[in-house]
């Protein structure tokens, strides 16, 4: 058939994980690149999901092939697996809330990677595993660090001890990166981690990503979320698409990549935004910031991505440009 030899002219890849922000945009860079692309989303329990945004993609009708897969039963990911030559693990369990113990949300995200990664094995045709991390897995390591590279991990003991509900995600998923790299070495699995900073830009979905949220705190004056954007790394979407992609096709990857276009401090954002959005009136001023509590954070190498010949395409301007046009056209704005 013609639509099948289409299909097949770059391979078969999976991503899970497709409806949220970067697993839309990464199937979006893969449909442009090419590829044919299987993707999973979570059945929803009320009906049907709405994944237009998806089925209307440019390739979508001839290339992209929607499968219902939750992670709480990882055998349901293996029917998306089969007949792929990569997959990119993009979907991750978020309590933020913290709901669940932390010990539960970690065995439950491990036997699903480990699961996820047998049926690679078993597939007989995957021939590398992209695994999306979080910057939270190398910032937490109790050492105070200027910059932090891919040699650094989060300090799983450290972050118990602190108690924070949000740092049962932080330690689900460094526990998990360590369990899928160990599970990959063990059976000869190629396995390539990438780790972005905060990511921002432009979304697919109707929902807002957190991330971008967050990344637009100082419009919305939402002072809770001024701690994470006080000292911070960004990366824009289509970047951390790309590299995942760059990384999928590069022969030498090896190991862990660190994804980070730039570090910014909020006091610099504010005089950004301010500058180059003056039909905004942002209501932010010296009295909104100075009881905002933050830790400083290390700032990110991207030394070894940028040594593959990766190259960064977009800046502070192109992430909050994108970013401020897409939530006008969604009706954010």
Not at 154 to 181: C, F, H, N, P, Q
Not at 238 to 248: E, G, K, N, S, T
Not at 251 to 265: D, I, M, Q
Not at 303 to 325: C, N, S, V
Request: glycine share 8%; aromatic share 10%.
């Amino acid at each position: 058939m013609e639509e099948d030899n289409q299909s097949s002219k770059k391979g078969r890849v999976c991503v899970t994980g497709g409806t949220g922000f970067l697993g839309s945009r990464l199937i979006l860079k893969l449909l442009q690149s090419g590829y044919a692309v299987n993707t999973t989303v979570r059945p929803n329990p009320d009906g049907g999901r709405d994944v237009s945004y998806l089925t209307n993609l440019p390739g979508a009708s001839e290339r992209l092939q929607i499968f219902n897969a939750d992670l709480d039963k990882p055998q349901s990911f293996v029917p998306a697996i089969q007949g792929c030559i990569g997959v990119f693990h993009v979907a991750h369990a978020l309590d933020l809330e913290g709901k669940e113990e932390e010990e539960t949300k970690t065995k439950r995200a491990i036997n699903g990677v480990l699961t996820i990664l047998q049926a690679c094995i078993d597939s007989k045709t995957v021939k590398r595993f992209i695994y999306t991390s979080s910057a939270s897995t190398v910032v937490y390591n109790g050492k105070n660090l200027d910059m932090v590279d891919e040699d650094s991990w989060t300090d799983v003991g450290l972050m118990r001890s602190m108690g924070a509900s949000a740092g049962s995600y932080v330690i689900s998923k460094t526990l998990t990166e360590k369990a899928a790299i160990e599970f990959a070495e063990n059976h000869g699995l190629d396995l390539v981690t990438v780790i972005p900073s905060w990511i921002h830009g432009p979304f697919i979905s109707s929902h807002f990503p957190d991330s971008v949220k967050i990344c637009l705190a100082l419009f919305f004056g939402d002072q809770e979320h001024y701690k994470y954007i006080w000292d911070t790394s960004l990366v824009h979407v289509d970047d951390v698409a790309r590299a995942h992609i760059f990384l999928f096709e590069y022969p030498n990857a090896k190991g862990r990549y660190l994804c980070s276009a730039l570090h910014v401090t909020i006091h610099e954002l504010s005089k950004f935004v301010s500058a180059r959005y003056p039909q905004y009136q942002l209501p932010i001023n010296a009295d909104s910031l100075k009881d905002v509590v933050s830790a400083k954070f290390s700032g990110f190498s991207s030394k070894k991505l940028l040594e593959t010949g990766f190259k960064f395409q977009h800046g502070l301007e192109d992430m909050y440009d994108d970013a401020i046009r897409c939530c006008k056209e969604k009706g954010f704005f």
